[in-house]
């Protein structure tokens, strides 16, 4: 199987040191007293610095995002499902926290960058051809697997936003396109696993309800501020009070409120997000 490795690249200074004359290649000067003072050294000049790359800067904006959805899976399961990486205009880099399940609330992580980290991260994607129209990525190189899912890489810069979608992408694909993509999502995440992060309190949460049958795994609603009677699919409600039972909740977890039972599934409203439109 490939390894994937990538490589940042640095610019190189070039430091022109002046000199003039003498066989040890310093000038040295006396003043009338006879005193010697050494000549002003030429101030060392460095190669230009790369032009930085404009991006959107709010904090509601995305400049990239990776996620990785779709396929064959249950509804529960395809609504819980965040990005595996998001950073946001003003630096903010949102990951999928660690869960030993899939559960009914993904926890997510925060940290943020300075505008050297997330200059790094555009590079990165211009280096892969990514800031650019997207290429062909359907995969030519054997039989089509059915209800894979597809891997999405967003990215805005310069005024212009690109999407990538690679329908069930590997860490084996030859294809040059798709190499690339991949090449780029694992140099990305080598990044963000250097850094430390906290973990992320959204205010927020979508929430999908559906009425169920089932009388198994139940656990009592958490909340009394939010009434599972009175949504109907999808809604926005305050996250106080459920982000720990959520996503403590395998996706078996049923929950009951005023003597009916439910399926709840939630997501935290992440930068760019337009949950439930």
């Known amino acids: 199987m490939k390894n994937y490795l990538a490589l940042p690249l640095s610019a190189l200074a070039l430091v022109l040191l002046g000199g003039c004359g003498g066989d040890s290649g310093a000038d040295v000067a006396s003043d009338p007293a006879g005193t010697p003072s050494a000549a002003p050294s030429a101030s060392p000049t460095t190669a230009e610095d790369p032009v930085m790359l404009t991006h959107p800067t709010g904090a509601d ?5 990776i996620e990785t959805g779709g396929g064959f899976v249950p509804v529960e399961y395809a609504f819980t499902n965040q990005p595996t990486v998001l950073l946001s205009g003003d630096g903010r880099l949102f990951r ?8 009914r609330l993904i926890p997510m992580t925060v940290t943020t960058l300075d505008e050297a980290q997330v200059q790094e991260i555009l590079r990165l994607a211009e280096d892969a051809g990514l800031l650019g ?11 089509q697997i059915s209800d894979a899912p597809t891997t999405s890489v967003v990215l805005s810069a310069g005024g212009e936003t690109w999407r990538h979608d690679a329908y069930d992408l590997g860490q084996d694909d030859e294809q040059a396109a798709r190499a690339a993509l991949g090449d780029f999502i694992v140099a990305v995440t080598a990044l963000a696993d250097g850094l430390e992060a906290e973990d992320f309190a959204p ?13 198994r795994d139940v656990e009592p ?13 999808c809604q926005v409600v305050p996250a106080q009070g459920l982000l720990d039972p959520l996503g403590e909740a395998p996706l078996t977890t ?9 399926s709840v599934s939630a997501a935290a409203v992440l930068p760019g997000d337009r949950p439930c439109s």
């Open 61 to 65: 904006d995305v400049v990239l995002s």
């Open 96 to 103: 999928q926290g660690e869960t030993r399940q899939q559960t």
């Open 133 to 143: 129209t997207p290429p062909d990525y359907t995969d030519t190189s054997g039989p």
């Open 203 to 215: 205010t927020e949460l979508a929430a999908y309800v559906m009425p169920t049958g089932l009388d």
């Open 221 to 233: 609603w958490p909340s009394d501020e939010v009434s599972l009677a009175d949504i109907d699919g």
């Open 254 to 262: 049923m929950f009951r409120q005023d003597g009916a039972v439910y």
